[in-house]
């Protein structure tokens, strides 16, 4: 990685401007395979004069004086929404981290608090700002990696046989790897959180394509899988009510509701979805009270329910659903009635007569 150096402040010596630059990619793709690991001193002159009043979202690290000034005017600028500018001067903070380029003149606790201050703006960005500091933060990083892939091809054209630029091609490779593995599941965290299971379930699948073994997607793919299924069978229920006629399906709507509960991310919408079911439910679970009229000599059954035996009128409370009512006297063919009983409608009385004789 090349650093830039902090600008020089008008009248401090350039003696203070020797770098130390990690030469790695650009000894190799110079043809210089000494210079591997190895560290080479570089003269810097000093920078142009800066005012005070520069704006701080520029190229070079600001000074300690523009510095706090900056954080101040990117802290401003969050707080109004504006993201932009006021993030990529924060992560120019964060990435000093690694700049071993410190001006002898400054402060070191005081530039660690400023690093600090920076490290507390992103972590209390809104939604918002997270996505937008997400964003920024790939894009700079796939252009760096494409960038020094780049370079280590070119050295790799030179000199085929090098161990060296083979290694840092590996690991570099290994690290785009990593870069779009963790993207995708910051999508698919987000697809899912939103309820979007089936475009989740396509990003934990991509990043399982580029690392089979990754607990994470693994667990984010059967997680999505689980909420497709429920999101669909309440939107099922939710479409066909007259399902839960069936108490087949009622008996599943409520085994979906619990699992439902225990789900770790429900979206707004599959709440809402389940308060309806649960509503459909409890009215489809209301007793429906039917009247049954016979002769006094048929013996009735509720088929999978009840024998009624014989009588002239008598009440039953039967769930809503559909029954087969069956008729049977010696001497008289058999007769069989379906009837259907909707929750919250009255019922006409059921007649159950055998009347044909054999």
Known sequence: MIFI????????????????????????????????GQQIQLPVQPGPTTSPDDDP??????????????????????????????LAFLQQLLDRDEDVFVDDATDPKRLRGMKASARQLIAGLPAAGREMYGLLHTAAARRQLDAALASVDRALSARPDSAEAKGLRGRI??????????????????????????????????????????????????????????????????????????????????????EAGAFPSLSDEMKQQAARVEELLAHFSQPVRVVFESDEQTEVTIQRI????????????????????????????????????????AVSPVVIRCTQPI
């Not at 003696?15 to 591997?36: F, N």
């Not at 009440?315 to 006297?329: F, K, N, S």
């Open 173 to 258: 490779q290994e690290s785009r790897k990593d870069k779009l593995v963790a993207q995708h599941q910051s999508r698919a965290l987000k697809l899912e959180r939103d309820g979007s299971f089936v475009l989740a379930a396509e990003e934990y699948r991509k990043a399982l394509a580029l690392d089979p073994d990754l607990t994470t997607a693994q667990q984010g793919l059967a997680r999505s899988e689980q909420g497709l299924r429920i999101s669909r069978a309440f939107a099922g229920w939710i479409a066909q009510p007259d399902r839960l006629l069936d108490p087949r399906a009622r008996s599943e709507a409520s085994a979906m509701l619990v």
């Open 57 to 86: 979202y520029g190229v070079y690290v600001p000074t300690d004086r523009r510095l706090s000034r900056g954080v101040t005017r990117a802290r401003e600028r969050l707080q109004a929404g504006e993201y932009n500018e006021a």
């Open 306 to 345: 009840s024998k009624l035996g014989s009588f002239k009128r008598r009440e039953v409370e039967l769930d809503p659903g559909t029954y087969v009512v069956l008729g049977i006297r010696r001497g008289y063919r058999d007769v069989r009635q379906t009837i259907t009983v909707a929750p919250g409608q």
């Open 5 to 36: 150096p902090p600008r020089i402040r008008p009248g401090q010596s350039a003696r203070v401007g020797v770098i130390l630059l990690a030469v790695s990619i650009v000894g190799l793709a110079a043809g210089v395979g000494t210079a591997v």
